[in-house]
């Protein structure tokens, strides 16, 4: 059976939407927003209808028929935890969609605007595994401060989906495999999937786990709590530092890896020294992975950006080649991981998930 699926994935200044016939691609589009326009809204919600208006006017210039579509698929956004999966569009979602329940970001509209499409048209609207995506064993939550909880904060869509790549290519299925996902973006985040599920991971947003890119890691606490009594630093400026300005950002003052490459390779001494460091750092968290596991590691699967520099590659795969077998997919494509994850449903693969049924009764 053919299903027509629209893909919606808003980001900070662009929406990029395609549309697919089954696992074909039809088309994909980026529309780019302009920072000034961006700028004018107070709140994230705020574009809601700027956005929609700029996908209905794409749709309709490349004569898209709306009511030829099957469903929408938009990106999850901050809500509660919740299991991985593919997640049917409900009210209590839509509502703690609107408010930010868990904060701001832009992929809160992508599930707003998936329903705002689907619902005229009678057809379902999904998101699938956002951010907050949480299977974390109880255990692996527990810290040395009772006030302090480990949080699951990872890039779910992208390790969701190269885990049912690589448990594929080993001839198993996602639900039968032990593996250690890593996703190397302006953030990085190292997954431990046992059996179809993370139960344990960085939180890859809020200080925890490597350093990366973008991104300051986990550090000692001692001399972090000491950098936020110094007075130096606002709240706004702290929280930067970690997430934003901190890892290469701050050691080499810049995000693109490629200019790090290029000063790699032109003989630049510090910028080796800082790049190996991070691989240290990764090769260390995939080891603590390996130890979740009791060493029942059937692969170590690398993916996001960074992958496809090899020289930071060799550098991982020196130090943890011991513990399995390493798989690469270079990049991440979200907008093939969203509609894979509609797919499973539409074809009866797996069931849609209700997010009302995995919140606190006080908020149902």
């Known amino acids: 059976m053919d299903f027509k699926i629209l893909v919606i994935n808003p980001g900070s200044t662009s929406t990029k939407i395609a549309l697919y016939r089954n696992e074909k691609e039809l088309f994909s589009a980026s529309i780019s927003h302009d920072i000034n326009t961006i700028s004018k809204y107070e709140r994230i919600i705020d574009q809601f209808d700027f956005r929609r208006e700029t996908i209905l006017q794409e749709l ?5 028929k709306l009511e030829e579509l099957s469903a929408v698929v938009g990106r999850g956004g901050l809500l509660r935890p919740i299991p991985g999966g593919t997640y049917k569009v409900t009210p ?17 509209l992508g599930g707003l605007l998936a329903d705002s499409i689907a619902t005229p048209l009678g057809i379902p609207a999904f998101i699938v595994d956002p951010v907050v995506v949480d299977e974390m064993e109880p255990i692996a939550k527990v810290t040395g401060l009772p006030e302090i909880k480990r949080r699951s904060i990872f890039h779910a869509l992208n390790q969701k989906r190269v885990a049912r790549l690589a448990a594929k290519d080993l001839g198993k299925t996602y639900e039968t495999v032990n593996l250690i996902v890593v996703h190397l973006g302006g953030g990085i985040s190292i997954g431990v999937h046992k059996r179809g599920k993370v139960v344990d991971v960085n939180n890859a947003l809020n200080g925890d786990g490597p350093f990366a890119p973008e991104r300051a890691g986990s550090l000692p606490a001692w001399d972090l709590v000491k950098l936020v009594l110094s007075g130096q630093y606002t709240e706004g400026e702290l929280k930067k530092k970690l997430a934003g300005k901190g890892g290469i950002v701050a050691h080499l003052g810049t995000n ?25 750092n990764v090769a260390k968290w995939i080891g603590a992975g390996a130890t979740v596991l009791e060493g029942d590691v059937d692969a170590i ?4 950006g960074l992958a496809y520099y090899q020289k930071f590659i060799d550098w991982i795969k020196k130090r943890v080649s011991f513990i399995s077998r390493i798989l690469l997919y270079p990049g991440g494509d979200e907008m093939r991981a969203l509609l894979e994850g509609a797919l499973r449903v539409l074809r009866g693969e797996e069931e849609a998930k209700i997010y009302e049924e995995y919140l606190k009764e006080e908020e149902k």
């Open 301 to 304: 699967v690398i993916s996001g």
């Open 60 to 64: 309709e210039k490349r004569g898209i």
């Open 92 to 108: 209590k979602m839509l509502e703690h969609l609107k408010i930010g329940i868990q904060g701001e970001h832009a992929s809160n």
């Open 256 to 280: 693109d890896m490629r200019d790090v490459a290029k000063r790699i390779a032109q003989g630049d001494k510090e910028a080796e020294f800082i790049m190996e460091a991070m691989a240290y």
